[in-house]
């Protein structure tokens, strides 16, 4: 086992202790703690961070008893107003960042997410509780709010490579927007490609996406497995999604991205 990170995963479960919000998108099978240690400890990896579900809504009660019982693990909580000291008690107990919603088409953001307007409404409480913003968006979504993101007090992470369009390919605006917000250090990315090219014929196709993140900063990037890969079927294989990802990352970066990183980030 390294000091690595897997940097984005969910627990469900079980669902006699937990039980999902009546209001939500989607139903998932249990993902319990115990599996994704399990995943966890396959992957070698030693440390993992938990993103609250929208399946959950406004109830952490899964993500702070799992964060009590593993000091392996931090988390990121959806919530759509808050105060100062419940940010800073939440964090005292592992939770570091608020996951934000605002992606392109109707009816894609999930119920129980936290909307871009959200996040506007909570820029002071996040900054002064010391937590991270962490943005759930896609490359149609994102030039409109990149001039936004440039001035936030507080770390912004984007998951899933920014959601880019594998078939408007390296050049689009928004994926370019992803880019410049990137190089200039006012976002982190989370390094999960697969989501992005699960219609494409082969995950490769991702690479180039890849690669222009690695040259555009490293040290603004890390890496999640999107375990228990919600949605998709058949779902990947997680040991290969790490492998992939250090096959396409030169040697030298990939403890910058598993390790250094992610301890700068979630502390």
Request: net charge negative; hydrophobic share 45%; glycine share 8%.
């Given at each position: 086992?390294?000091?690595?990170?897997?940097?984005?995963?969910?627990?469900?479960?079980?669902?006699?202790?937990?039980?999902?919000?009546?209001?939500?998108?989607?139903?998932?099978?249990?993902?319990?703690?115990?599996?994704?240690?399990?995943?966890?400890?396959?992957?070698?990896?030693?440390?993992?961070?938990?993103?609250?579900?929208?399946?959950?809504?406004?109830?952490?009660?899964?993500?702070?008893?799992?964060?009590?019982?593993?000091?392996?693990?931090?988390?990121?909580?959806?919530?759509?107003?808050?105060?100062?000291?419940?940010?800073?008690?939440?964090?005292?107990?592992?939770?570091?960042?608020?996951?934000?919603?605002?992606?392109?088409?109707?009816?894609?953001n999930f119920a129980g997410s936290a909307s871009f307007a959200d996040l506007l409404g909570m820029k002071k409480v996040l900054a002064d509780a010391g937590m991270h913003a962490?943005?759930?968006?896609?490359?149609?979504?994102?030039?409109?709010?990149?001039?936004?993101?440039?001035?936030?007090?507080?770390?912004?992470?984007?998951?899933?490579?920014?959601?880019?369009?594998?078939?408007?390919?390296?050049?689009?605006?928004?994926?370019?927007?992803?880019?410049?917000?990137?190089?200039?250090?006012?976002?982190?990315?989370?390094?999960?490609?697969?989501?992005?090219?699960?219609?494409?014929?082969?995950?490769?196709?991702?690479?180039?996406?890849?690669?222009?993140?690695?040259?555009?900063n490293p040290g603004q990037l890390v890496w999640g497995s999107d375990w228990p890969h919600l949605n998709v079927k058949p779902a990947p294989d997680t040991v290969q999604l790490?492998?992939?990802?250090?096959?396409?990352?030169?040697?030298?970066?990939?403890?910058?991205?598993?390790?250094?990183?992610?301890?700068?980030?979630?502390?």
């Amino acid at each position: 086992m390294i000091a690595g990170w897997d940097c984005h995963a969910h627990v469900f479960g079980p669902y006699e202790r937990f039980p999902l919000s009546a209001e939500r998108s989607y139903t998932p099978p249990d993902a319990p703690l115990e599996a994704y240690l399990a995943m966890l400890d396959r992957l070698a990896l030693a440390r993992g961070v938990l993103v609250h579900p929208s399946a959950y809504g406004d109830d952490h009660s899964l993500l702070r008893d799992v964060l009590a019982a593993e000091a392996r693990l931090r988390g990121v909580i959806v919530t759509r107003n808050s105060t100062v000291s419940a940010l800073a008690e939440l964090r005292r107990n592992g939770v570091r960042g608020a996951r934000f919603s605002h992606r392109s088409g109707p009816g894609t953001n999930f119920a129980g997410s936290a909307s871009f307007a959200d996040l506007l409404g909570m820029k002071k409480v996040l900054a002064d509780a010391g937590m991270h913003a962490e943005l759930w968006t896609d490359c149609k979504a994102l030039p409109g709010i990149a001039a936004e993101l440039r001035h936030f007090p507080f770390p912004t992470v984007i998951d899933h490579m920014g959601g880019f369009d594998y078939q408007a390919g390296t050049s689009d605006e928004g994926f370019r927007a992803l880019l410049s917000l990137l190089e200039s250090g006012h976002v982190w990315v989370k390094l999960c490609s697969y989501r992005n090219v699960l219609r494409a014929p082969s995950i490769d196709l991702a690479k180039p996406f890849h690669d222009l993140m690695l040259a555009a900063n490293p040290g603004q990037l890390v890496w999640g497995s999107d375990w228990p890969h919600l949605n998709v079927k058949p779902a990947p294989d997680t040991v290969q999604l790490l492998q992939t990802f250090k096959e396409w990352t030169p040697e030298a970066l990939v403890p910058a991205i598993l390790v250094d990183n992610p301890e700068r980030l979630y502390h």
